[in-house]
């Protein structure tokens, strides 16, 4: 059974600051991995997705790698701003586009 | 273009009562999902479909149905609520290998 693990629960952090949030998986037949943000009382909005052939994606700040062999995946937030407030959830494919998920990282950037 | 969108967004329920659960998607995506949300537990999988007509178990199945009667629609149906079922669940859609989009979210108490 897949297991995604997120290290650590929860960062805190002065703005301006760049960090590294970690996501780990046991079994490396995936088809891709997404890293989602999600606000208090919000759903969960898509950040990246790194497909199963890809390294990494970027998107403005952020940046996602993967390296399946290794189960592990990182999201990169570069300069990071108040507004990054939030919990970062990890989730992986197995097929059928079934995700199995996190528990995220719940991130608090200080001005 | 609402995206994804939940019905209700709040629901008190007492023991033994049942409800349904509505997620409707203008996107055309063939693939959606029901999840649950709680505290140290993350999003767990209850019930997704493949397309119209189509349903599937997922990870926690029991004391759910759903039903795709309509490519737009995925109803997620409590027979008969119990204190457990308490949670937040989130819709999502999906088209093929990219990105899942969600629901806002339906915060569901059951007393």
């Known amino acids: 059974k897949q297991e995604v693990t997120q290290i650590p629960a929860a960062l805190s952090v002065p703005e301006g600051e760049n960090l590294v949030l970690n996501c780990s998986f046991t079994?490396?037949?995936?088809?891709?991995l997404q890293w989602f943000r999600q606000d208090p009382g919000k759903g969960l909005t898509s950040l990246l997705l790194?497909?199963?052939?890809?390294r990494e994606q970027t998107s403005g700040r952020l940046n996602a790698s993967l390296d399946k062999s290794s189960g592990r995946s990182t999201l990169y937030i570069a300069a990071s701003q108040p507004g990054d407030s939030a919990t970062y959830l990890c989730?992986?494919?197995?097929?059928?586009?079934?995700?199995?998920f996190g528990q995220g990282t719940r991130l608090t950037i200080n001005p | 273009n609402a995206g994804v969108t939940q019905t209700p967004k709040f629901r008190v329920l007492k023991t033994g009562q049942s409800m349904t659960l509505l997620c409707a998607q203008d996107?055309?995506?063939?693939?959606m999902y029901w999840y649950r949300q709680d505290p140290g537990m993350g999003l767990r999988l209850i019930h997704y479909?493949?397309?119209?007509?189509?349903?599937a178990k997922g990870e926690v199945p029991d004391g759910y149905n759903v039903s795709r009667l309509k490519k737009q629609n995925f109803l997620l149906g409590l027979e008969s609520a119990a204190p457990s079922q308490t949670s937040v669940y989130f819709c999502?859609?999906?088209?093929?290998?990219?990105?899942?989009?969600f629901g806002q979210g339906t915060r569901l108490t059951v007393v």
């Open positions: 989730a992986v494919d197995q097929g059928a586009q079934k995700l199995v």
């Open positions: 079994d490396s037949a995936i088809y891709n």
């Open positions: 790194i497909q199963s052939s890809q």
């Open positions: 996107m055309n995506h063939e693939y």
């Open positions: 479909s493949v397309g119209e007509g189509t349903t």
């Open positions: 999502a859609t999906q088209r093929g290998n990219t990105e899942a989009f």
